[in-house]
């Protein structure tokens, strides 16, 4: 392999960095705001909710932000957020997924397209990348949740798809549809998960030399700091010393 990081790796680069964190906060308040908008404020009547409180947590956020995030989205004539999906293209031909909470969706395809142009990239149409991804859940563990073989086998027992190991932690992919039902059930085995949620798993991964990788990099960080953009997701590869030179 050109490097063992894909875009996830360097999401978890960048929360070791605890860069932003109040951005950060942010955009898990909104995800809260929303999901318990859509549904009920009970996180154990809603399965988004509990998701979203639960990435949160494992960003430290402090209890009283998460519950002011849930008494926003109860109160009368508050904003309202709609759910909006980009796909384009980054340098090298790596496809790009960018989704976004926003209440104002003129302005957030302008600013994601903008970012991608002037990074080499281009948005293209809603289809044009997706299909070259898979939508799976993923429950996230630290390296200290157990061996490799101990995670795999807890994921085989809780109905789980596929399982990445690595010195930073283990990822374990399971149906979308399953995902509350896995996470349960690996929680009980393995304890409590740094996260979980419904994401998009490329299905092959493009390699990229140094320079072409600094560029997307910084394409999709850029991205990310967006205040509308919630995740990011590309299919490529880059080796560790683009992602140290970033990192520094």
């Known amino acids: 392999m050109a490097g063992h990081s894909k875009f996830k790796n360097i999401m978890h680069r960048k929360g ?8 950060i906060f942010s955009k898990l308040a ?11 404020p009970d996180a154990d009547m809603n399965p988004r ?3 979203a409180i639960q990435a949160a947590k494992a960003q430290n956020m402090p209890n009283a932000n998460i519950d002011r995030a849930i008494k926003r989205s109860q109160e009368a004539g508050g904003e309202n957020y709609e759910e909006v999906r980009y796909e384009g293209f980054g340098t090298g031909g790596v496809g790009v997924i960018v989704e976004a909470l926003t209440d104002n969706r003129n302005r957030t395809a302008g600013e994601v397209r903008s ?20 939508r799976t859940g993923a429950v996230e563990f630290s390296a200290d949740a157990g061996s490799a073989d101990a995670v795999f086998e807890a994921a085989i027992e809780a109905g789980a798809e596929d399982v990445e190991s690595s010195e ?7 149906d979308a549809d399953a995902l509350h039902e896995v996470a349960k059930a690996l929680e009980e085995a393995l304890g409590e998960p740094m996260g979980a949620s419904i994401m998009w798993r490329p299905q092959n991964n493009i390699e990229l030399d140094d320079k072409a990788g600094e560029t997307l990099v910084k394409m999709l960080e850029a991205l990310e700091d967006s205040d509308d953009v919630q995740n990011v997701y590309a299919n490529f590869e880059v080796s560790d010393a683009v992602l140290e030179s970033l990192g520094g």
């Open 49 to 51: 909710l509990r998701t």
């Open 30 to 40: 909104k995800e809260i705001t929303v999901a318990a908008k859509l549904g009920a």
């Open 16 to 23: 070791a960095q605890d860069k932003k964190r109040s951005k």
């Open 115 to 134: 970012i991608m142009a002037k990074h080499g990239g281009n948005l293209g149409e809603t289809g044009a990348v997706s299909f070259m991804f898979d």
């Open 168 to 174: 930073d932690g283990h990822t374990i992919y399971c």
